[in-house]
């Protein structure tokens, strides 16, 4: 019993060192989460349903890897919100609840900047290999490596999730913790093994990108007859540095929360918060502006879905 106790209180040991907001505080904070993310749930859901009524997207690589993240992102943030409202309300919550809601945010969450890794080497084959891109990228190819992705995202988690089950008593599973990734998958060996795979992620997805932009780069400079169009990709390519900047915060995220947990020990859940913003939202807010509304044929698609919907509504 007095292991068991012991044990507890290292589990709670991060949620004891916080003072819980006030209530307005928490209603704000709530209302501005769940506000964000309905919102780009929202202009998501209308890039996914423009997708589906339009079969010739479809058809097109870029727009198959485009919407996998864009689903990827809508599911991340209805898990995320939905831990973070969980977390204001209940403060401490079921640990098999957790482990589970955890486990799918942080495939979701790494899936982002790998997909984005994904997108810009399409571009790459597109601009400097147009004849051989759709022999290199086809439908099947481009599925399957959708399916690399979420393997690679396993790799991260799934470790983890045996860890937890061989070094952990079962009681653990039936009690209640406070639900934060470092506060339940614990083992210095996860600890560690999380570290080494977020530096090899952001090593190899960074490679890929400078590779795929220095390449374009030097096929604009030596293509002057169709300067508009490699202009237009590198411009694409500068988007998506952009946005990989963003959704690295992923991978130096758990470093930064510990610097700034050590220089600020009293604003435990402020810097909870101000994480999850700058970490997993605002990433999910540019994506859907970066890489639907500004594709000229995707928003081709996406101006008749909406001018349809308004024509049936004054029809109505």
């Known amino acids: 019993m007095t292991s068991m106790n012991s044990s507890s209180n290292d589990y709670n040991v991060s949620s004891s060192l916080t003072s819980r907001d006030s209530l307005s505080t ?40 485009f919407i996998h993240l864009v689903l990827n992102d809508m599911i991340q943030l209805t898990v995320t919100i939905s831990v973070l409202i969980l977390i204001y309300v209940f403060y401490m919550i079921n640990a098999s609840l957790c482990c589970f809601i955890v486990t799918l945010a942080v495939f979701t969450t790494l899936n982002t900047p790998l997909n984005l890794a994904a997108m810009a080497v399409e571009c790459y ?32 988690i799934l470790p983890d999730i045996f860890i937890i089950l061989a070094t952990e008593p079962e009681w653990l599973f039936h009690s209640t ?34 590779c795929t932009y220095f ?56 810097i909870l918060f101000v994480n999850y913003i700058f970490v997993q939202i605002f990433p999910r807010f540019v994506s859907p502006i970066v890489y639907g509304l500004r594709d000229k044929t995707f928003r081709q698609y996406l101006r008749k879905y909406l001018t349809c919907t308004t024509t049936t509504e004054k029809l109505i």
């Open 26 to 65: 928490a209603v704000a904070k709530n209302v501005i989460v769940v506000g964000l993310g309905l919102t780009i749930n929202c202009i998501n859901g209308t890039l996914v349903y423009t997708f589906r009524k339009h079969q010739i997207l479809h058809m097109n690589p870029r727009y198959i890897l």
């Open 125 to 156: 084959i597109a601009v400097c290999f147009p004849l051989r891109h759709s022999q290199l990228c086809t439908i099947k190819r481009t599925y399957s490596l959708i399916g690399c992705i979420w393997a690679l995202s396993a790799v991260s």
């Open 177 to 210: 913790i406070f639900c934060e990734r470092d506060n339940l998958f614990r083992h210095p060996v996860s600890l560690k093994k999380r570290d080494v795979s977020y530096l090899l992620y952001l090593t190899v997805v960074w490679l890929v990108l400078l």
């Open 215 to 270: 390449r374009i780069f030097l096929a604009a400079k030596t293509a002057n007859s169709v300067e508009g169009n490699f202009k237009k990709a590198r411009n694409t390519i500068l988007l998506h540095g952009f946005q990989l900047l963003l959704s690295m915060l992923t991978y130096v995220g758990p470093q930064l929360k510990q610097v700034l947990f050590y220089w600020f020990p009293k604003y435990y859940m402020q």
